[in-house]
């Protein structure tokens, strides 16, 4: 029914750059919120950035400046720009619809590595 499937993930230096994305089907996007969560080995799924339905977004601390979030609701689509990586933000990165009382829905996630 719902799917969401993110891609983009990989392999790169402290101080690059690499963009998610994270297709949907089985839902119309643009009336959710969106947001991208990720986690990282032993430790806990943390927000990374949300976007409300209105083009609100809010990210977490460790990632602001850095990241941005969009949507392209044409597209049915959710990205992630990742700007300046450092180690630490190497983890899975999943992609979130939350549909209020109906729960939410995630991706199946993609790795990013970020070592020199």
């Known amino acids: 029914q719902v799917q969401l499937v993110e891609s983009g993930g990989g392999l790169v230096q402290p101080g690059g750059s690499l963009r998610l994305s994270c297709a949907a089907s089985?839902?119309?996007?643009?009336?959710?919120?969106l947001g991208w969560y990720r986690q990282a080995p032993g430790k806990q799924r943390e927000l990374v950035a949300v976007?409300?339905?209105?083009?609100?977004?809010n990210y977490g601390d460790l990632v602001k400046g850095r990241f941005t979030i969009s949507r392209d609701n044409a597209q049915n689509t959710v990205s992630l720009q990742m700007n300046s990586l450092k180690p630490e933000d190497t983890a899975v990165y999943y992609c979130?619809?939350?549909?209020?009382?109906?729960?939410?829905?995630w991706g199946q996630g993609t790795q990013v590595t970020v070592s020199s």
């Open positions: 979130n619809v939350n549909l209020g009382l109906r729960g939410e829905y």
């Open positions: 089985g839902i119309i996007f643009s009336v959710y919120p």
């Open positions: 976007i409300t339905r209105r083009g609100y977004t």
